[in-house]
């Protein structure tokens, strides 16, 4: 008896079918994660080697797009994020850490735009007022 019990009480440990509610990627996504990342790659590197735009800013701005969009490629197709996996948290992570990014990048670049503009060397003519 102690034998059918030591082996019902294994068998309910070591029947795992993944139901831990994380999605799994099968090989069909994980191609189709990396032809798009690849052409999300592929394009804003056309478009700078053939100067498609006339304005670097315009330039600029197409590739990041780009780049938002590659991001979410990647959540989707090999991290496996959405609103449902681990009952939302895994998104609230996701939020608060693009939160920390724009916080950062914004802030470094403001203080390196007015760092610039502050900062700018003298003319000769300021310098030999100087005591």
């Given amino acids: 008896m102690s034998a059918h019990l030591d082996h019902s009480a ?11 509610g ?21 394009i804003p590197f056309w ?3 053939n100067r498609v735009f006339p304005d670097s800013r315009t330039t ?3 590739i990041l797009a780009f780049a938002v ?17 681990e009952s939302g948290w895994n998104m609230l992570a ?3 850490t693009l939160v920390l990014v724009v916080i950062t990048l914004s802030g470094s670049i403001w203080i390196m735009y007015h760092l ?9 003519h300021d310098m030999r007022k100087m005591p």
């Fill in 60 to 62: 600029a701005l197409v």
């Fill in 22 to 42: 994380a999605a799994h990627g099968t090989f069909k996504s994980y191609v189709t994660g990396f032809v798009l990342a690849a052409i999300l790659t592929a």
């Fill in 94 to 96: 996701l939020i608060f």
């Fill in 47 to 49: 478009l700078v080697m």
């Fill in 69 to 85: 969009v590659q991001i979410v490629v990647h959540i989707i197709y090999f991290l496996h994020m959405d609103t449902k996996s």
């Fill in 116 to 124: 610039n503009s502050n900062m700018m060397p003298m003319s000769t």
């Fill in 10 to 20: 294994g068998h309910g440990h070591d029947h795992h079918d993944d139901d831990d």
